[in-house]
């Protein structure tokens, strides 16, 4: 065998190699990925059940039901809404400060037979300006927001907001 041949053997092993320890790598991860999907895309492409994954849109206004406790734990109920469609959601544990009726939310669990999003954990935005990409992203498909016409709307606007009508001047800066 020339040495051509054997460098040319060697570096296929080693490309083989590196893509088999890719490709097991990313078979392991799979489990673990989380998706992050907004109320429309579960209502038209449902993930599979007891898949995990990660809602995001805005807390719906006047969708916040305390009831009481489970297990020592507050249970707290709400929708989320990316201003087309809303999920209902089921939390029970401490909310996050920030979290209230209008403003951002990820929340990441699993959606039951009955359509009820069961999170497991609740990420509220941290200030006025930040929206998380995904809101932002499920925002534009949603045709509530486009960039180019400025700022996004005000989160309180969010899930009032007519599809077909622009979002309303904002008033400042």
């Known amino acids: 065998m020339t040495r051509k041949r054997r460098r040319i053997w ?3 092993l080693c490309a083989l190699g590196l893509g088999s320890a890719t490709a097991l790598t990313l078979t392991a991860f799979r489990d673990n990925l989380v998706f992050f999907f907004s109320p429309s895309d579960i209502l038209a492409n449902p ?3 007891g898949r995990a994954f990660r809602l995001g849109g805005l807390v719906e206004a006047g969708s916040v039901e305390r009831h009481g406790e489970y297990q020592g734990r507050p249970a707290i109920r709400f929708r989320v ?3 087309a469609n809303a999920i209902s959601v089921v939390f029970t544990g401490v909310l996050p400060d ?3 009726e209008g403003q951002g939310v990820v929340t990441q669990g699993v959606l039951g037979p ?4 069961r999170a497991r954990e609740v990420l509220a935005r941290h200030d006025e300006t930040y929206m998380p990409p995904e809101v932002a992203d499920a925002l534009k498909r949603a045709g509530h927001w486009n960039p180019a016409q400025g700022a ?3 989160a309180a606007q969010w899930n009032t907001l007519d599809p077909g009508r622009p979002a ?3 008033s400042g800066s």
């Open 47 to 49: 993930p599979g059940e």
């Open 168 to 170: 309303p001047p904002r």
């Open 114 to 117: 009955d359509g009820v999003f």
């Open 98 to 100: 920030l979290f209230r």
């Open 10 to 12: 060697i570096l296929l």
């Open 152 to 154: 996004a709307p005000p």
């Open 81 to 83: 809404t990316d201003g």
